[in-house]
């Protein structure tokens, strides 16, 4: 019920004359797009939550990844990973943001790779070679998994899941980073 009041407030906002563009409903395209990628999210608990949380992840995404598909595409598969690795999605999505800016070509001076900039040696680790680390789907799975453990490992400690996921155990610039990524841009009150 409150989820409801909720997205009829927000949808009331967003009708506000500041908000005029939104004001218009979506063009038939988009709203197929939309239509099509609640019924392939199989992570979330109804079609609601994922109508609600797919519209509200892609309109703060949109600076980011411009095309409307692909960037539908990527809520669904980070959705689908974090819940599979009992992540929050919102944690996930403010990681990539720190990681990679939602770059999925990103390479790091020490060779880590995609969005979750996962490093190649767990390919051998997990003898995978031929996995792809800039395949969206492939490196949010990575990334995911490597996160939960750790975060298992640390006993629920987000600081230190988040230091071991950046390889800088002990200290506090990366976990703090991420963590103000959350709560600026993507948290999503449960």
């Not at 979506?26 to 797009?33: D, I, K, M, T, Y």
């Not at 999605?89 to 790779?113: K, N, T």
């Amino acid at each position: 019920m409150a989820l409801r009041l909720g997205l009829a407030l927000l949808l009331a906002w967003l009708c506000t004359p500041g908000h005029a563009s939104l004001r218009q409903a979506p063009e038939p395209e988009r709203r197929a797009l939309l239509q099509r990628t609640v019924a392939e999210a199989d992570s979330f608990q109804d079609r609601f939550e994922a109508e609600v949380w797919l519209l509200d992840m892609s309109t703060r995404l949109k600076h980011y990844v411009p095309e409307a598909e692909e960037r539908l595409s990527l809520l669904r598969l980070a959705h689908r990973e974090a819940s599979r690795a009992d992540l929050r999605p919102d944690l996930v999505l403010a990681l990539i943001h720190a990681e990679s800016h939602f770059d999925r070509l990103a390479i790091s001076a020490a060779g880590a790779q995609g969005m979750m900039q996962v490093t190649p040696f767990w390919k051998a680790e997990l003898g995978r070679p031929q996995d792809n680390l800039t395949d969206n789907a492939t490196n949010l799975r990575y990334g995911c998994t490597i996160l939960g453990f750790y975060l298992r490992k640390e006993n629920g400690d987000l600081n230190r899941a988040l230091a071991r996921y950046n390889g800088s155990l002990g200290q506090q610039r990366y976990p703090a980073r991420v963590i103000g990524f959350w709560h600026d841009f993507w948290y999503v009150k449960p």
